[in-house]
């Protein structure tokens, strides 16, 4: 099973709020990744955990805050946000860090910044 | 320089002919991997095929496969008897080798549409 859920679909939020994305394996894989993708656009890497630790953070402000709480579950805590942060954000899990390792995605949550 | 470079930004093919998506990349690491991913207008970027540099085949996945020429750099995805369904942006990305392998990097992607 190449699952990868997330929540919520789709998320709303004023400038001011602060709100939780959420992602979740059960494929015993120990990396996980956020990206962030505009329309018609490429995803951008944001994060990545291997086993639970942040070993990438690609500059991203600090409005955005992940947290692995466990080897399964992914969030990624928003606050503060700009319009320009409307975007698909997806999580991403692969077996490791590797080069032959392939991510698997979840179906991503649609964040609008009013 | 972009390190993966998809040169069509649009493809149309009719339903039940083959496709060819173009990819071509850039690196200098003897070790690295390429995946194409399909991306409906859903969102969900779906894998659908991995070549590893040091795969003597190319690779193949059902009515996927990949036209991998290591000396050209290219990786192109070739989907046969395209369907209706088919209709999706499609990305290729890289990975490369150890230092750096958690960094994908896509192309631009090239929007595939399939006529009835």
């Known amino acids: 099973d190449t699952e990868v859920t997330q929540t919520p679909k789709h998320l709303v939020m004023g400038m001011t709020n602060k709100k939780s994305l959420k992602c979740e394996q059960h494929m015993g894989h120990r990396a996980m990744y956020w990206y962030k993708q505009k329309a018609k656009k490429p995803p951008e890497l944001m994060f990545v955990?291997?086993?639970?630790?942040?070993?990438i953070n690609e500059s991203v402000p600090s409005r955005f805050s992940p947290e692995c709480p466990n080897s399964s579950l992914l969030n990624l805590h928003l606050h503060a946000l700009q319009p320009e942060d409307s975007a698909l954000y997806l999580c991403?899990?692969?077996?490791?860090?590797?080069?032959?390792?392939?991510?698997?995605f979840g179906p991503g949550t649609r964040l609008t910044v009013l | 320089a972009q390190k993966i470079t998809q040169t069509q930004p649009g493809m149309f093919v009719q339903e039940k002919e083959a496709v060819t998506l173009d990819c071509t990349y850039d690196?200098?690491?003897?070790?690295?991997?390429l995946f194409w991913y399909k991306q409906p207008s859903s969102g969900e970027m779906i894998f659908l095929i991995y070549q590893g540099s040091y795969d003597q085949q190319n690779a193949t996945e059902g009515r996927y496969s990949l036209n991998f020429q290591k000396a050209r750099k290219s990786a192109n995805l070739v989907i046969s008897a395209s369907q209706l369904g088919d209709s999706a942006m499609y990305f290729c990305?890289?990975?490369?080798?150890?230092?750096?392998?958690?960094?994908?990097?896509f192309g631009d992607g090239t929007t595939l549409t399939v006529k009835p």
């Open positions: 690196t200098s690491d003897p070790s690295y991997g």
């Open positions: 991403a899990s692969s077996q490791v860090v590797s080069f032959t390792d392939t991510q698997y």
């Open positions: 955990y291997s086993y639970e630790k942040l070993s």
């Open positions: 990305a890289m990975r490369e080798g150890l230092s750096n392998a958690g960094k994908s990097t």
